[in-house]
């Protein structure tokens, strides 16, 4: 199947600071891809809408300006959180459609700790 | 707008034991449906999926049919194993892509 990578996997970094993390679509293309979050024992909530070519779509209550989203190519998005504080630490997922049934496939995830 | 409820856990089971997990749905037009996995750490990996009316996913032993009449996809294996121990989601997805998930069931398999 299709395959999606994060990178990286896990990151910690100092309140205040700025955190990039890749979503990459290994062996297909993905004009749009997804970014969630989860929260411990929770289930993923969707961030946004990441479009080539053009700006992303937030999902109500989600801050454009906190969660930067870049579609640079048919095979990367980034998401960027400014200005880290801790309560932005979670589990950040990215996820990409692929195929005729609108399956999904998901990158293992990105880890974020802010102290 | 779309929706999904999914049965509560924590869910804990004995090996060999039947797993039944309910989940209803939601939404307009004609969504697919699809289980998702999670295991300790790691990213979703897709189950099991099916697309229309009566459709019946499976896969390592899972199953789940989509019933229109019920609006429901309830996940069901015959004999767990501890390696089955993980995270549970189901999960519907309409014409825009995007994933709407149920709150997710933790499954715990003893030996």
């Known amino acids: 199947g299709a395959v999606v990578s994060q990178h990286p996997s896990w990151v910690i970094c100092k309140s205040g600071t700025s955190v990039k993390i890749e979503c990459r679509s290994l062996?297909?293309?993905?004009?749009?891809m997804f970014w969630y979050r989860q929260f411990p024992k929770q289930s993923l909530m969707l961030m946004a809408t990441?479009?080539?070519?053009?700006?992303?779509?937030?999902e109500q209550g989600v801050e454009k300006d906190k969660f930067l989203i870049n579609h640079a190519s048919l095979t990367l998005s980034t998401l960027t959180v400014t200005s880290a504080h801790p309560e932005d630490s979670s589990f950040y997922i990215c996820?990409?459609?692929?195929?005729?049934?609108?399956?999904?496939?998901f990158g293992p995830g990105t880890r974020l700790t802010v102290l | 707008g779309n929706s999904v409820t999914q049965m509560e856990g924590p869910v804990t089971l004995s090996e060999e034991a039947f797993l039944t997990i309910n989940c209803t749905y939601t939404?307009?037009?004609?969504?697919?449906l699809f289980w998702y996995v999670q295991y300790p750490g790691e990213g979703l990996q897709l189950l099991l999926k099916a697309t229309k009316a009566d459709d019946k996913g499976s896969n390592k032993g899972f199953e789940a049919t989509y019933r229109k009449e019920t609006t429901s996809f309830h996940l069901e294996k015959g004999s767990v194993q501890v390696s089955d121990s993980a995270v549970y989601f189901c999960?519907?997805?309409?014409?825009?892509?995007?994933?709407?998930f149920g709150a997710g069931t933790t499954v715990t398999v003893r030996a």
């Open positions: 990441s479009n080539e070519g053009s700006k992303a779509t937030y």
């Open positions: 062996d297909f293309q993905a004009t749009t």
């Open positions: 999960a519907l997805v309409s014409n825009d892509y995007k994933l709407s």
């Open positions: 939404a307009t037009g004609y969504p697919s």
């Open positions: 996820s990409a459609p692929s195929g005729s049934y609108n399956e999904q496939f």
